[in-house]
């Protein structure tokens, strides 16, 4: 039933220009094909797997050069191939790192036979400024980072929106694997020799998913991590699915929603403690005690995602500039709608999300909530 479902979705979308070339591609690598070949066919697959065979057959019927552009693996260079069908695909391309315009047209020179000349990946003449990616203005992991900073811990992590911790200005995650690695690579570190107390991070989905068993092997092998879970109500990074702790099924259907702390205790951790992320005093107080326990603790950093919540998480916030020093410790939270303008340090208002940490960090009062009305 998926196979035929598959064949006949309109989400695989056939487009005929030219029949000297045909390229089959999905996703981003779509847009990066229409810029670069604009005068190729094109089958986008929008549904991948299963595979719409005879779509693919037919695809290469009508076209006399058949060339496959995808990122990372040959996923579907392989089962173009597996049908019989004369491809070029990998070959032109490296097999590691996201593909790009300039990376397309280095494709496009192979092809027709020239000399690939390197290229820059922005536009002409655009010189934009080199920056990490950052937590969204108002995220709530932004507080539990930032009171990370004030430790000399080894912090472990995975894959969520939490990883973007790793990048300056937080810089406070050491290390990260798997899902769930972030707890059972702070297990692995102990046993392993490591002297400092180490905190492992993970997404409140990725716990129910691949951390409880990280979690049980703390505990019955007398390991002393300080496990974080950040609990942001949803599974942020793949686009705000529900999970087994929001109450609510993948269909929107109401559920009994599983407590993470309750199955924390169920585990056998003894110290088991919420936290409010915008409350820095809170977090350090939390991550202080704990990690001084010589036992295994969880800490539950819980505030909803602005972006799932679709509104602010309070009133957006300004700086006086009477009354700042200049000092930049506000930069230091890497929120996005906190910019420096020549040495000013302003907040941009369209991007603030009310959530006050800055108004917290700086030392100088400077920094305040709106009043009703010039926050609309
Ligand atoms: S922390 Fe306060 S004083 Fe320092 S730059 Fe930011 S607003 Fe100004
Ligand atoms: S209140 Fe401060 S930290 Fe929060 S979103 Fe606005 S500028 Fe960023």
């Keep these: 039933a998926m196979a035929a479902a ?21 996703s981003i690598t779509y847009q ?83 000399e690939t000349a390197p290229r820059a990946q922005s536009l002409p003449g655009l010189e ?17 980072f930032y009171g990370l900073t004030k430790f000399d811990v080894v912090v472990t992590g995975d894959i969520g929106c939490y990883s973007l911790a790793v990048f300056p200005p937080l810089n ?17 570190l102990e046993k392993a020799g490591e ?16 951390g409880i068993t990280g ?8 390991g002393t991590a300080t496990i974080v879970v950040l609990d942001n109500r949803t599974t942020a990074m793949t686009g705000h699915q529900d999970h087994p702790g929001t109450g609510r099924t993948l269909q929107g ?22 936290v409010n992320p915008y409350n820095l005093k809170e977090v350090q107080a939390a991550l202080r005690e704990e990690v001084a326990a010589a036992e295994p603790s969880l800490i539950i950093s819980r505030a909803p995602c602005p972006l799932h919540e679709r509104k602010p998480v309070g009133p957006r916030h300004s700086i ?24 000013e340090i302003r907040i941009n208002q369209l991007l603030c999300a009310g959530c006050g940490t800055c108004a917290e960090v700086c030392k100088f009062q400077a920094i305040g909530p709106l009043g009703e009305e010039e926050s609309k």
């Design 32 to 114: 990066y094909v229409r810029e670069v070949f604009p005068e190729a066919s094109v089958l986008k697959l929008g549904w991948s797997f299963p595979f719409p065979d005879q779509l693919l057959r037919t695809f290469a019927e009508q076209v006399q050069e058949l060339v496959v552009l995808e990122e990372l693996d040959d996923f579907l260079e392989e089962r173009v191939r597996s049908l019989g069908l004369k491809c070029r695909g990998r070959e032109l391309f490296p097999p590691c790192g996201e593909l790009s315009v300039a990376k397309l047209q280095a494709v496009k020179d192979r092809l027709e036979g020239r």
């Design 195 to 210: 002297k400092r107390k180490i905190v492992g991070v993970v997404g409140d989905s990725t716990f129910f998913h691949s």
């Design 128 to 144: 934009l400024p080199a920056r990490p990616p950052v937590f969204c203005p108002g995220c709530p992991h932004r507080g539990l």
């Design 253 to 274: 259907e109401e559920t009994s929603a599983a407590s993470i702390e309750a199955i924390g205790r169920a585990c056998g951790v003894r110290r088991v403690r919420t």
């Design 320 to 343: 006086d500039p009477q009354k700042c020093r200049r000092c930049r410790a506000c930069l230091k939270l890497g929120c996005p709608a906190i910019e420096n303008h020549q040495g």
């Design 172 to 188: 406070r995650t050491d290390v990260i694997l798997c899902m769930g690695g972030g707890i059972s690579m702070a297990h692995g």
């Design 215 to 222: 979690l049980l092997d703390i505990v019955y092998n007398r």
């Design 6 to 26: 598959a064949a006949e979705s309109p989400l695989n979308r056939c487009e005929m220009r030219s029949p000297r070339l045909g390229i089959i591609t999905a």
